[in-house]
């Protein structure tokens, strides 16, 4: 039976790029432009970006990007799941992916912003322990953006 495979992967592929579109199309049906905060191929291969590809039976299904911040901190970009591998839960192990490998870089939180006519996506976060914030980073307030964080390091015990 096929599984779903997640690995860390160069942005610029044949499949990615169409993923991405699917993406940009997406989210231009749902937010106008100066709502859309996504970043393009070129962004995603900065050396301070880890870019993961889920496949499922070889075939590239979903993608995810953390981009480190430099200060203990990353944002999650480019979550997307093509519509017909939902169900397979891509989403949900997209994230657990990207988290366990910021916990391997040493990084304290992940931040993102999602907007929100995406319910999915917001009850995905909350499920996983995302709380809503202000807005963070070179971000501004907007009506149509729901920002988000997650603390990876839990602060050591303290004896009393």
Do not use: W
Not at 79 to 89: H, S, T, Y
Not at 108 to 128: K, N
Not at 134 to 153: A, R, V
């Amino acid at each position: 039976m096929p599984e779903v495979a997640i690995a860390e992967e160069p942005p610029r592929q044949p499949e990615i790029l169409r993923l991405l579109e699917m993406s940009d199309a997406y989210a231009a049906s749902l937010y106008p432009a100066e709502s859309n905060h996504l970043v393009d191929v070129s962004t995603l291969e900065q050396p301070t970006v880890s870019f993961f590809v889920a496949r499922f039976d070889g075939v590239i299904v979903g993608c995810c990007a953390l981009v480190e911040a430099g200060d203990g901190t990353a944002e999650m970009k480019r979550m997307f799941v093509d519509p017909q591998a939902r169900g397979l839960k891509v989403g949900k192990r997209l994230l657990q992916t990207l988290e366990q490998h910021a916990v391997s870089l040493g990084l304290d939180v992940i931040r993102l912003e999602t907007g929100i006519h995406q319910p999915e996506a917001i009850g995905l976060y909350r499920d996983s322990g995302y709380v809503e914030r202000p807005p963070f980073g070179g971000y501004q307030p907007d009506p149509l953006s729901l920002f988000m964080e997650k603390m990876l390091q839990a602060p050591a015990d303290l004896d009393v």
